[in-house]
């Protein structure tokens, strides 16, 4: 199993992260990986650790798709592909309707139509064998609706990319969306995954697997979770039930909550209205305090350095290929890679 590390694409951390990353680099971490919402940028940040980084592979964790064109994304991946020396691991994700629409302006539509339209014609920018032509659901190329000048031209991208396919990974959480990234993504980044569910967790991955094509290689398992490394193991929960909370009663509306779903699937149905009644009546602290601390074991690293080395053990028999944490603590990371 590889580590990662995970950060969040804003002007603060990721500057103040370089020295962490260096470090991490010595302890053999593997890679480093940005995500984006509705604030600062994926790119940019990547860019810059891309610059500041000597090995460690950079990810997006993830791009939205309804933020860029396909066109773009491919541009974007290219280019920091280019200025990374090959590091570079493209992540995309739908996001949710709350901010495709609210905050892009565009319709969230079918996420599996958009998921396969957007990775056919991103591979096809970034393979560079032809001038781009698609004809899809969603997307055209070139774009002849209403509106249209009838002027647009079926282009080649005009840099070589460093590599013809740069490997894509995607965010999904529907067991629909789950199958089709083991069909066509070179790897998955689950969201709350649980090395004690596997089986209800993949099940979908692996009957996309099964049509994986046969040059298509294998699929890499990039799982996150949180890490609370101290010497109370109550506190250590407490320092992760509000981004669980967060995720499970407010990262979507009442009924449209993928995280909620995926939750529930788990077990903690009961458990997930009570959180998100709490959240959405604006009751926040009592939403977190009714994480169950067994939720929190199954998802996350939480404890003194014995009990996570016992959980550990579980996650490195599992399927999970890369862990990847969200902490800049040095002395956990040093424990990590002791232990991996």
């Known amino acids: 199993m590889k580590l990662g590390i995970s950060l969040e694409a804003d002007g603060v951390e990721v500057p103040d992260a370089v020295d962490t990353l260096r470090i991490a680099e010595d302890l053999g971490f593997d890679s ?3 995500g984006e919402a509705y604030g600062s940028d994926a790119a940019s940040a990547l860019g810059y650790l891309g610059a500041t980084t000597r ?30 020396g090959g590091r570079f691991n493209l992540g995309l994700g739908v996001s949710g ?17 958009t998921t396969k339209e957007y990775l056919d014609i991103v591979r096809q920018v970034i393979a560079r064998e032809s001038p781009v ?9 070139p774009f002849n609706g209403d509106g249209a000048t009838g002027l647009g031209r ?7 990319p460093l590599r013809k396919r740069i490997p894509i990974y995607l965010a999904t ?27 209800a967790l993949c099940g ?21 979770p949180q890490i609370a490394m101290g010497p109370d193991i109550d506190d250590c929960r407490d320092r992760l039930r509000p981004m669980l909370a967060l995720y499970i009663g407010g990262m979507g509306a009442r009924g449209k909550n993928f995280y909620f779903d995926l939750v529930s ?32 074991d199954e998802v996350a690293l939480a404890g003194p350095p014995e009990r996570i080395a016992e959980q550990l053990e579980v996650w490195k028999a599992s399927r999970v290929d890369t862990l990847c944490v969200r902490t800049r603590d040095v002395r956990v990371l040093a424990a990590l890679a002791a232990l991996i």
């Not at 032509?133 to 055209?140: A, F, H, I, L, S």
């Not at 079926?154 to 070589?160: C, G, K, N």
């Not at 903690?268 to 959405?280: N, T």
Request: hydrophobic fraction near 40%; avoid cysteine.
């Open 173 to 199: 959480l529907g067991s629909k969306s789950v199958e089709l990234t083991g069909e066509i993504a070179d790897g998955w980044l689950p969201i709350f995954y649980s090395p004690t569910q596997e089986d």
């Open 55 to 84: 090995r460690l592979r950079i990810g997006s964790a993830i791009m939205q798709m309804h933020g860029r064109t396909p066109a773009m994304t491919a541009m974007t991946a290219m280019t920091l592909d280019r200025l990374s």
């Open 32 to 34: 480093v990986w940005v």
């Open 204 to 224: 979908a991955l692996d009957r996309g697997i099964a049509r994986r094509p046969s040059n298509a290689g294998s699929l890499e398992i990039v799982a996150s």
């Open 133 to 141: 032509t698609y004809e899809g659901r969603r997307y055209t190329l």
């Open 97 to 113: 309707p709350q901010v495709v629409e609210g905050w892009h302006g565009v319709p969230y539509g079918s996420p599996l139509t």
């Open 265 to 296: 699937s788990l077990g903690y149905g009961s458990d997930a209205v009570r959180i998100q009644d709490a959240f959405l009546e604006g009751r926040k602290a009592e939403a977190a305090s009714l994480v169950p601390d067994r939720l929190i």
């Open 154 to 160: 079926a282009l080649r991208s005009s840099i070589d």
